[in-house]
């Protein structure tokens, strides 16, 4: 895994879930020794159809990167006979296979060197599902969990796919990524080679970083997201409880597929971080210890890995893929939902209506339930029927009382089903209307105490060392130059019939570090579940700089304004903010 921070983003569906009843399966907890875990009710077929993938092989694959990084100066880094050599191992397994291989040369990598991409025949070549993990490691040992671990892993369940060579739904597309621990140079490389209608055709990426720490939890990228559902679902079959991948968001090869608005998660035990009190409870190991203690370190070897968490995750992985690309299996039940047309105006004291319709794209038509959230207040939706079967359509009517809130709304028509799915109305309201207008923040200036905020401990502050731009108090975010994180957040009601709502907020970047083209330290604003703008160490001046958004999509609403500073291992970035408004008039 990567040590500087990037920002997270979203996810979209690939994923269409099912319920059925599964027996106890044995779960293979060592090389040596077995438990057995009774699945709940809450799981899918495909568990029953997935090959087990055997943990000693993929123990046998970590044993070979450990060899090899001995034999090459104690390392796999990117760029070194060590990663060449990892690489060809890789590639001369596959290749034996049956997979179709080819490298790719990074030429911008801090370390140019190759990435290796294989796909499995078969399948649509225009629906692609990707599974990758860093090939790399760091210069300072064998680098065995990171990332020997999502390598092996991967590399496993390639060599099954093909031993069975099943009837295939869709492309299957692995990749081992180099320059990963530079700053994810080699995937980076990889996503800015595709063209746009390559891209189209990836529904889902997959990333496997750090998947067998020995005082490891179960993280999962974007948990409550469609695309993770085949992964939580094995976990959950388990009764593993998985967690968000906080500590991961953003500092590995999902990053770059992510902004590129490909769906993407994937599988991490854990890092530098520590276990909570909760986690060990729930899942073992130790509390406030690191999930990976030899992280980045010459102790991680083969010693450095958990069998337990190894051969979970290994599992979990042919799991999804079954699931989302292996056909002859229980057929999944999918549909799509749109709205026509996709745009609306209403006055005050009037109607308007659209038609909402539905297709069956996968299995057998389903009965889909039709909801509505995101109006403005004043406008009641109501659909006619309020369900249908797919395939089937719907009238949404929209109605606006004499004094609804002016403006231009984003309504989002929700199916439910066998899964979810979503589409959007664009709603105009029109008319005459006052507006309360004023500014919405309250103590912007922070000089009041905490009160409305909420802030991580020491965030409110009137320290010397980084001087307020009025007053005495300032939100001070990070500035420690260690792995950090805080938030800063207050919820705000916004009024309605305003014509301009202008956020704005002054803010002073100072940092250690050098770099003047990664972004290592990163301060996210949203407002809602909207990112207005990310900062990072590359925005660092001399003084504060004003900062000013549009927020009229959230008139008439009420939302949380959060700031969110993530800081990496080392060099220190401040980001400092004063004088907070929201002004709508």
Not at 37 to 50: G, S
Not at 234 to 257: C, M
Not at 385 to 390: A, C, E, F, G, R
Request: aromatic share 8%; with cysteine; charged share 10%.
């Amino acid at each position: 895994m990567r040590g500087r921070t990037l920002s997270a983003g979203t996810a979209l569906a690939v994923f269409a879930g099912m319920t059925v009843t599964l027996a106890a399966q044995p779960v293979t907890a060592s090389p040596t020794t077995t438990t057995t875990v009774a699945r709940p009710i809450a799981a899918t077929a495909a568990a029953l159809a997935a090959p087990d993938i055997s943990v000693t092989n993929v123990q046998a694959h970590l044993t070979q990167f450990n060899s090899i990084a001995t034999s090459n100066g104690g390392n796999r880094r990117a760029g070194s006979a060590g990663y060449t050599a990892s690489l060809t191992y890789v590639k001369t397994r596959l290749q034996s296979a049956g997979y179709t291989v080819t490298e790719q040369y990074c030429s911008s990598c801090t370390y140019p060197s190759n990435n290796l991409i294989a796909e499995w025949p078969g399948g649509p070549a225009d629906q692609v599902v990707m599974f990758g993990a860093h090939l790399d490691g760091v210069s300072a040992g064998p680098g065995i969990n990171d990332n020997g671990t999502g390598s092996a892993t991967l590399l496993e369940n390639a060599l099954v796919l093909a031993a069975q060579n099943p009837t295939m739904t869709k492309k299957v597309r692995f990749a081992w990524w180099t320059d990963e621990e530079q700053g994810l140079n080699g995937s980076r490389f990889y996503v800015n080679s595709l063209s746009s209608t390559q891209r189209g055709y990836i529904k889902g990426y997959y990333n496997f970083d750090m998947v067998g720490s020995t005082n490891g939890g179960y993280f999962i990228n974007r948990v409550t997201s469609t695309t993770a559902a085949p992964l939580k679902a094995y976990w959950d079959s388990l009764g593993l409880q998985p967690e968000e991948n906080v500590e991961g968001q953003g500092r590995s090869d999902d990053y770059y597929f992510q902004q590129a608005g490909i769906p993407t998660s994937g599988y991490a035990a854990g890092a530098s971080a520590r276990k909570t009190s909760a986690q060990a409870a729930k899942w073992g190991g130790t509390a406030n210890a690191a999930y990976d203690a030899c992280y980045h370190r010459a102790c991680d070897t083969t010693a450095n890995v958990s069998a337990t968490v190894l051969n979970r995750s290994a599992d979990g992985v042919a799991y999804a893929l079954w699931q989302l690309a292996v056909g002859g299996g229980t057929p999944t039940n999918d549909f799509s939902i749109s709205v026509d047309p996709a745009s609306r105006s209403v006055a005050r004291g009037a109607s308007t209506t659209a038609t909402v319709g539905t297709a069956t794209t996968a299995g057998s038509a389903q009965t889909v339930s039709l909801t509505a959230s995101g109006a403005p207040s004043g406008v009641s939706v109501s659909f006619s029927p309020s369900s249908v079967t797919s395939g089937g359509s719907a009238t949404i009517t929209l109605t606006a009382s004499a004094s609804a809130a002016t403006g231009t709304f984003t309504v989002t028509v929700t199916g439910t089903g066998s899964v979810t799915r979503t589409a959007s109305l664009t709603l105009t309201v029109t008319g005459t209307g006052g507006c309360a207008g004023g500014q919405v923040i309250g103590n912007g200036g922070f000089e009041s105490g905490s009160t409305p905020w909420t802030a991580s401990s020491g965030v409110i502050t009137n320290s010397s060392s980084q001087p307020a731009r009025t007053g005495s108090y300032k939100a001070w975010l990070d500035g420690y130059g260690s792995t950090h994180t805080d938030t800063l957040s207050q919820s705000v009601t916004v009024p309605a019939g305003c014509t301009s709502y202008t956020l704005s907020f002054w803010l002073h970047v100072d940092t250690a570090e050098t770099t003047t083209s990664t972004a290592y330290d990163r301060l996210t604003v949203q407002v809602g579940s909207t990112t207005l703008a990310t900062y990072s160490n590359l925005n660092a001046a001399s003084g504060y700089v004003q900062r000013s958004f549009n927020v009229a999509s959230v008139a008439g609403q009420t939302v949380t304004l959060t700031f969110t500073g993530t800081e990496d291992a080392s060099l220190q970035t401040s980001f400092v903010i004063d004088d907070v408004t929201l002004q709508a008039s």
